[in-house]
Nanobody
Framework: QEQLVESGGGLVQPGGSLRLSCAAS????????MGWFRQVPGKEREFVAA????????YLPESMRDRITIYRNTARNTVNLQMSRLKPEDTAVYYC??????????????????WGQGTQVTVSS
């Protein structure tokens, strides 16, 4: 029912900033949490951040908290990922995902059951 569409990816220089957005395209939308994952060729999809849709509580790896902020806009049914001081290692396809009708940890990729198609982020000079 719900469809997620990512946008905002592109080419950015090291040290730069980028804001990714994820919009729900369905007429109705409900989820317990939404998250961002990233994946590079040949590697497993990696958890980046998540947010509780109802409360706005955020979940981020400690190593990313100084550079990444996740926030939502409930009126627009969007979730955003603000990234700063980007590094070449941040280069990946970034996926938006949602947890709907399932229980589990927001850190566990298996908990998510709605996925976007991804947006490419390339950090390079």
């Amino acid at each position: 029912q719900e469809q997620l569409v990512e946008s905002g990816g592109g080419l950015v220089q090291p040290g730069g900033s980028l804001r990714l957005s994820c919009a729900a395209s369905g007429r109705t939308f409900s989820s317990s949490a939404m998250g961002w994952f990233r994946q590079v060729p040949g590697k497993e999809r990696e958890f980046v951040a998540a947010i509780s849709w109802r409360s706005g509580s955020t979940y981020l790896p400690e190593s990313m908290r100084d550079r990444i902020t996740i926030y939502r806009n409930t009126a627009r049914n969007t979730v955003n990922l603000q990234m700063s001081r980007l590094k070449p290692e941040d280069t990946a396809v970034y996926y938006c995902a949602a947890i709907k009708g399932s229980s589990g940890s927001v850190y566990n990729i298996a908990t998510y059951n709605v996925w976007g198609q991804g947006t490419q982020v390339t950090v390079s000079s």
